[in-house]
């Protein structure tokens, strides 16, 4: 079973606007990572925040998390049209040996 | 580019057959974990190998069965294939202990039809 579960499932938006993507999870974690997929292909890791972290920037990527809530969020700024793909959250337990996926957010950015 | 290299690309099987994919690691590192994706669904972890021993299985039936060789290139077999079966199978290789990151680096994937 999937660990996470992201929220929207869908999201459509114009370029230069924001993109925020949201993770629940069930289970205590060691760490939640996002990745991104086009269409079909292999996952690329986007960013890892560790569960004694609460706010983590890369570049336009700015995630949260609330281990109080079990939630993250993935905040993409000043969108384009190269960022449409899906995204996933993932976390892993203590032992780092079975990192579970979400469903996925599947985002377009309109030109 | 990953450096994780998958083959084959894309095979197609009918149902009852066996297939066997193909996984090479990133140089450097030990852990190789697999995983199915069924259309339009997030990635179903299968199971982990490290150090060539199984570390870790999600809920799959033990017809889904894998290897890790010492190189750290891994396989993922299964057998008598079922129509639901179809997927793209994805490797992701990571480096395990105190040196890791705990990101897994992936591969294009193995596409699978079952007919």
């Known amino acids: 079973s999937q660990q996470g579960e992201e929220d929207p499932q869908a999201l459509s938006i114009q370029e230069g606007e924001n993109a925020t993507m949201n993770c629940s999870y069930k289970?205590?974690?060691?760490?939640l990572q996002w990745y991104r997929q086009n269409s079909g292909r292999g996952l690329v890791h986007l960013i890892l925040?560790?569960?004694?972290?609460r706010e983590k920037h890369s570049g336009r990527l700015r995630v949260t998390l609330d281990t109080s809530k079990k939630s993250s969020s993935l905040l993409i700024t000043a969108s384009r049209a190269a960022d449409t793909a899906s995204y996933f959250c993932?976390?892993?337990?203590?032992?780092?040996?079975?990192?579970?996926f979400g469903a996925g957010t599947r985002l377009t950015v309109k030109p | 580019e990953t450096g994780v290299t998958q083959s084959p690309t894309h095979l197609i099987k009918t149902r009852g057959q066996q297939v066997t994919l193909r996984c090479s690691s990133q140089?450097?590192?030990?852990?190789v974990s697999w995983y199915q994706q069924a259309l339009g669904q997030g990635p179903q972890f299968i199971f982990q190998?490290?150090?060539?021993?199984?570390?870790g299985r999600g809920n799959f039936p033990p017809r889904f069965s894998g290897l890790q060789f010492p190189n750290y290139s891994s396989e993922l077999n299964v057998n008598a294939l079922e129509l639901d079966d179809s997927a793209l199978y994805l490797c992701?290789?990571?480096?395990?202990?105190?040196?890791?990151?705990?990101?897994?680096?992936f591969g294009e994937g193995s596409r699978l039809t079952v007919l």
């Open positions: 190998y490290y150090r060539e021993e199984e570390n």
């Open positions: 925040i560790r569960s004694n972290e």
């Open positions: 993932a976390t892993s337990g203590v032992n780092n040996n079975d990192m579970r």
């Open positions: 992701a290789s990571s480096l395990s202990g105190l040196a890791g990151t705990g990101e897994l680096f």
């Open positions: 289970t205590s974690i060691n760490n």
């Open positions: 140089s450097g590192h030990n852990t």
